[in-house]
T-cell receptor
Framework: ETGVTQSPTHLIKTRGQQVTLRCSSQSGHNTVSWYQQALGQGPQFIFQ???????GRGNFPPRFSGLQFPNYSSELNVNALELDDSALYLCASSELGGSFGELFFGEGSRLTVL | AQKVTQAQTEISVVEKEDVTLDCVYE???????LFWYKQPPSGELVFLIR??????QNEISGRYSWNFQKSTSSFNFTITASQVVDSAVYFCALSEAAAGNKLTFGGGTRVLVKP
């Protein structure tokens, strides 16, 4: 069973640039969620995708967008980067209708915005 | 709105001591779920336990135990006879039933177990 994998693991961008983060979900999982974790804080829900459709969104501006592909992998795109976007971005996969709330997380992509 | 508070930011213990992590939550929903996740230095969050709002039975699983008290909106977690490998950040989380798999996390408690 392959776990959740994320790429890249680390990246540095400058203000105003755009970034794409990628996530491969665990085998058999049809739902992907993205979370932002600022240093020293708990993760915050960005959005969730189920069957290629956005299925719930947290309090994040529209410059945070996502995609889910037919193989259930996903991308998180952030436009017009701001310094406060520096964080660990965590992807989690799950099976909608499966064990509620039991999310399987990747090790994250650490984004630094200068 | 839902909220999770973990008042302890860091706890340091010596190996074999017990450590209890506090979690207090707020929700207006009557059906909700509570979770504990562990985040080791590698970064990925690891699911430990889930409890629904109708199940106040406390549980022991190996060295871990949980104390859910609806009357005080608390869901505390205890590690008995701590080990160095227990060193990690522990997060309490809440999900209202209607919110699906959207979790609201607390700020986390860093546990440092010294040999």
């Amino acid at each position: 069973e392959t776990g959740v994998t994320q790429s890249p693991t680390h990246l540095i961008k400058t203000r105003g640039q755009q970034v794409t983060l990628r996530c491969s979900s665990q085998s058999g999982h049809n739902t992907v969620s993205w979370y932002q974790q600022a240093l020293g804080q708990g993760p915050q829900f960005i959005f969730q995708y189920y069957r290629e459709e956005e299925n719930g969104r947290g309090n994040f501006p529209p410059r945070f967008s996502g995609l889910q592909f037919p193989n259930y992998s996903s991308e998180l795109n952030v436009n017009a980067l701001e310094l406060d976007d520096s964080a660990l971005y965590l992807c989690a996969s799950s099976e909608l209708g499966g064990s509620f709330g039991e999310l399987f997380f990747g090790e994250g992509s650490r984004l630094t915005v200068l | 709105a839902q909220k999770v508070t973990q008042a302890q930011t860091e706890i340091s213990v010596v190996e074999k001591e017990d450590v209890t992590l506090d979690c207090v939550y707020e929700t207006r929903d009557t059906t909700y779920y509570l979770f504990w996740y562990k985040q080791p230095p590698s970064g990925e969050l690891v699911f430990l336990i889930r409890r629904n709002s109708f199940d106040e039975q406390n549980e022991i699983s190996g060295r871990y135990s949980w104390n859910f008290q609806k009357s005080t909106s608390s869901f505390n977690f205890t590690i008995t006879a701590s080990q160095v490998v227990d060193s990690a950040v522990y997060f309490c989380a809440l999900s209202e039933a209607a919110a699906g798999n959207k979790l609201t996390f607390g700020g986390g408690t860093r546990v440092l177990v010294k040999p």
